[in-house]
Structure formats: structure tokens, C-alpha cells
DNA sequence: CGGCGGATTGAGCCAGTTCAAGTGAAGTGG
DNA sequence: CCACTTCACTTGAACTGGCTCAATCCGCCG
């Protein structure tokens, strides 16, 4: 059986030959979820590591009294669950599907003897989550400091590097995402997302048709996102 | 030679013999910081790993801009630079001495070696980091959500967790900070911290003294933190 | 068609920022 | 030992970004 091309490009396995690639892809089982369904909940014992094979997870943090934070978006070729599984600690956020997706599943053992095997895999991880620490200390960053406008600017070109798209006219943020999502994700309401990207709108930087957003002019999504004002 | 107390005990080492405690520490050198010191600079190629033998590391991320943002503190018996120093990235962030200290160094290649030999502290590592990741969401979901009452008595709380020490009249944190790092840690204005900090000083909860502060009632800061008022 | 979830838009308001002035404690150098 | 500077903190007063609430609109689906 063919690897499947979003996983051999992985960064998961980087450094690792064809062969060895084989071998974690030979121990992992497969999971399909159709939208909406979740993956794993908060508090819950972490027992898998995963790979998205195909789709989109979203990624939330919920708090005792039901506030929800969006942490993250998994892609294609994207780990979850990575550290939990080797402690025994229980998953601290939720992973639900947004779109039917296929993953692929690590149990706790499996994936202990294997990261034995190929440690490299391990450094891998720690690197991924390095870049989750970065992206959240930005965000706590930006939620000290900036305007709103400029964070939803800074949230726009995130989530066009997460899950944009080439497009004719721009780059297309792939995801579907209500008002009220880009709010959670900049730290605002829906009524001020709404107003933002309505003047924006008319200053042709961007081009919203019901879910979804079409960054027009990335450099000047910048200009904005690195500025103090909007 | 014994090993050092506050080594010992470090979480990092979780899980090992005394014979393994032993041969990590036989691999490290030995660097001392006085008090303003930079241990490790934003950018700088990660070459070591670190551990606080004693004393005290505050950790920065630095903007382009030169905003400053106080990730966390780091004392006796934590580690520093623990991923960096596996892969090749630079450091993310800067980390200072507030105080004389004292730390264990491992070059990159001694940390390959060692980790490899005990592969049980990378699983600690990874257990630090993860702890890391959900203080930082912590603090996005404050940020978001949040007044700002409730999120300076949850950084104060967060503060005593890291460097509070027991006194006869409540929890002393230990470290001396500004009006302005309070400020900075909760996402607020010195102003706002002053203010706030009087009123609480006149309703019992605590009790400053030039930059140190003395919780007096963690229950009740507690239940300020988890309200949405103040 | 009506119902429903999402989006827009207007108006008022307030928490917290900003600016400004003043106090006090800790150095520093003559 | 005392003037002078510096740094941290407090407190008052005014302003405002963006939140809140409410009304309305739009597009989709059964």
C-alpha cells in the first residue's frame, strides 16, 4: 500500500528514511470522523497520538464556566496529542472535526516503542510544539498590546498560513469560520469582527461571501498588523 | 561530591536512579550569573541546556518593536532551554537573572547522549513544556475574556505558585517586581495595578512593601480571580 | 412560505487608558 | 552629611475604544 502523500510530507517524519516511515504508518489504525465529531475531550486520558490524514481539526480549550478558546487549527499532515501520550497526563483541550476527516492512530505503547526506535521523531514533536508556544506567547503578545484592528489582521494572515489557500485573486482562508470564531481567535466581539472587516471591505483589502474570507492584499494586512492602529 | 538539594528534587529528573541523576549531573558545567545578567539572548543559536541550581531567571519575548512581554520566571531546580537545544532553532526568548544564580549547562551533544541513554527525561521535558503551553492559553483565555481585576488576582496567585515562600501572615511572593512587570504580566497599566493593588491593600487581601507583595487571603483572591468582577 | 442561524448597523455607556501632577524612598557625588 | 537625581509609586481628571444591547437584514433550507 502507497503512503499517502499528506503524511509523507509530514514534518512529524522529517529525517526519517522511507523505510522507517513504513514503520510508523504499519502501527498506526485509522480514524474517521465525520464533521462535527470529536476526536478526543478535555480531561479525558490521553491514550492516542494522531496525524491528520485528511480534513480539519479544531482545536478548544474550555474553561469551568463554559468559555471556549480556540487554540489551534490541525491540517493535513498535523500531529495531535503528542506530549500527553507519552506522560500519562489527561488531553487538555477538545479536538473536534470540521470537516469529515481520516486520521491516523498511535496508541500509548506503540508509539513508546517506536519514538525508542526512531527518536528523531521525538525532536520533531518538541519542535512542533515549540512553534505552538511561539504562536501562543504571540498571541498573548498582541492581546497585552495591540488594537483590535491590527490583531485581526495578525489573526487573518494566521490563519492564512494555517490553512490558506492559493487563489486567482488572492489567498483564501479555507476554512469556513463565523464572526463570532474570528472574534474568539482576535480577542474581540462579533459585532466589532463584523464592522472591521465591513471597512476593510470597501478599502478592497479583503472580500468576505458568507463564511468565507479572500485576503486580497497580504503586504498591506501587514502594514496594518504591524502597526498600533487600524 | 552530593549532589545539590534543589537538583535533586528537579521534576526534570523524575523516574531516574540515583546512579542516572548522577551521570547527568557529572556532564554539566557549572555557570554562575550575577544579578542582571543574560543567560541566553532572543536569536542566538540554542547550544545549551540549563538548569537552575539557584536563583532566579526571568524569561522575555522581545518584538521587533522592542515591546517586552514576561513569559515566565524560572527558579531552583527548573530547566531552561530544553527543546531548543535538541533541534537547531535559535532561542525564542531571552532569559535574564534577577538574582546571583547558579546553573547546571549541557552542551547539545551531552543532552543527544544523555537523553538518549535516559529516555525518560525527554518525556519530563516534553511534561514541562505542555505545563508551559497551557499557562500560556491560561493567559490567552484571561486576556480574552477576562476584567482586569481577575486576571491581576490570577497572576498574583500564578506568582505564589511559582516564587511564593510561607509566612506567618499568608504567602510572600518572593521575587520583587514593579508596578509596571505587574502590569505587563496581567496585560494592564501600571496605573490600573496601583489602584487596584491600594484597594485590595485596604480590604485586608494583602499587603505591599516597596516591590514585594504579601497575600494574605489566597481564598478570597482566589474567588476574585474566578468571578468576573472585581 | 416561514423559520433560523448568522451578519450588519446604530446608539449609549463604561472600564480602563492616558496624561499630568505630586510624593517618597534610594542612590550618588561633592 | 546634605543637595540633587532617579526611580517607583500614587492619585486625580478627562477621554475613548470597543463592548453591550437592540433592531433589522440576509441567505439558506425544509
Given at each position: 500500500m502507497p503512503v499517502p502523500p499528506p503524511l509523507q510530507r509530514?514534518?512529524?517524519?522529517?529525517?526519517?528514511?522511507?523505510?522507517?516511515?513504513?514503520?510508523?504508518?504499519?502501527?498506526?489504525?485509522?480514524?474517521?470522523?465525520?464533521r462535527g465529531e470529536t476526536l478526543a475531550r478535555q480531561g479525558e486520558p490521553a491514550r492516542h497520538f494522531y496525524l491528520v490524514e485528511t480534513g480539519f481539526l479544531k482545536v478548544l480549550q474550555l474553561t469551568v464556566e463554559g468559555t471556549e478558546l480556540i487554540v489551534r487549527f490541525v491540517g493535513a499532515g498535523e500531529p495531535f496529542g503528542g506530549v500527553?501520550?507519552?506522560?500519562?497526563?489527561?488531553?487538555?483541550?477538545?479536538?473536534?472535526?470540521?470537516?469529515?476527516?481520516?486520521?491516523?492512530?498511535?496508541?500509548?505503547?506503540?508509539?513508546?516503542?517506536?519514538?525508542a526506535a526512531t527518536p528523531q521523531v521525538s525532536v520533531n514533536i518538541m519542535r512542533e510544539m515549540a512553534a505552538h508556544m511561539t504562536d501562543a506567547l504571540t498571541r498573548v503578545r498582541e492581546l497585552t498590546t495591540a488594537r483590535v484592528g491590527p490583531r485581526l489582521a495578525q489573526t487573518l494572515l494566521r490563519l492564512a498560513r494555517q490553512c490558506g489557500e492559493r487563489h486567482p485573486e488572492g489567498v483564501l482562508i479555507s476554512q469556513p469560520l463565523t464572526r463570532q470564531e474570528f472574534a474568539d481567535l482576535t480577542g474581540t466581539t462579533l459585532y466589532t469582527v463584523s464592522r472591521t472587516l465591513?471597512?476593510?471591505?470597501?478599502?478592497?483589502?479583503?472580500?468576505?461571501?458568507?463564511?468565507?474570507v479572500l485576503l486580497r492584499s497580504l503586504p498591506r494586512l501587514e502594514e496594518i498588523a504591524g502597526s498600533d492602529e487600524d
Open positions: 509530514s514534518r512529524i517524519f522529517d529525517g526519517l528514511t522511507d523505510a522507517e516511515r513504513e514503520q510508523w504508518l504499519g502501527r498506526a489504525t485509522r480514524v474517521t470522523l465525520k500527553v501520550a507519552l506522560g500519562n497526563a489527561p488531553y487538555p483541550v477538545t479536538a473536534t472535526a470540521t470537516q469529515p476527516s481520516v486520521m491516523r492512530a498511535w496508541t500509548r505503547e506503540s508509539l513508546a516503542t517506536l519514538l465591513t471597512k476593510w471591505e470597501t478599502m478592497g483589502l479583503l472580500q468576505t461571501r458568507q463564511r468565507l
